[in-house]
């Protein structure tokens, strides 16, 4: 739903997404297990698996980013997948800050970020 101060043309474009899988050194497993078979189910890339908080992520975490075609058929999947993991994901859309804090989702527990780290203009990303 679109606002009056945003009209369908100013909507930003979305490049990618990004979810983060949390867990830690009881689920670490859990979560290798699970990223690996995305990985290799999907046409995404996994990065690596942080044993600490990284970024504005509270928990230790691995990131799946997908390009937006791969939402419709990763996400549903991720969803039924995940064995109780927590799930934050977004949208990159240009704006690492708002893409965070107001254009997220969340399977599980929502988990505090710190956006303090997060920079307005969102870094190159390839996908």
């Given amino acids: ?3 009056a101060a945003e009209s369908p043309t100013d909507t930003p474009r979305i490049i990618g997404f990004h979810a983060h899988v949390y ?3 009881e689920t670490l497993e ?3 297990q699970l990223c690996e078979q995305a990985a290799s189910l999907f046409p995404l890339k996994m990065g690596r698996i942080h044993q600490k908080p990284v970024g504005p992520h509270p ?3 691995c990131q799946l980013a997908f390009k937006p075609e791969l939402f419709g058929q ?3 999947w991720l969803a039924l997948n995940r064995k109780g993991l927590v799930v934050f994901i977004h949208p ?3 704006n690492d800050l708002v893409d965070h804090r107001d254009r997220a989702m969340w399977m599980g527990a929502v988990r505090p970020l710190d956006l303090s780290v ?3 203009e969102t870094p190159h990303y390839s996908f």
């Fill in 1 to 3: 739903m679109t606002t």
């Fill in 74 to 76: 990763f996400i549903p």
């Fill in 30 to 32: 859990l979560a290798r």
């Fill in 118 to 120: 997060l920079p307005e």
């Fill in 92 to 94: 990159i859309t240009g």
């Fill in 59 to 61: 928990d230790w975490s």
């Fill in 23 to 25: 867990f830690n050194a």
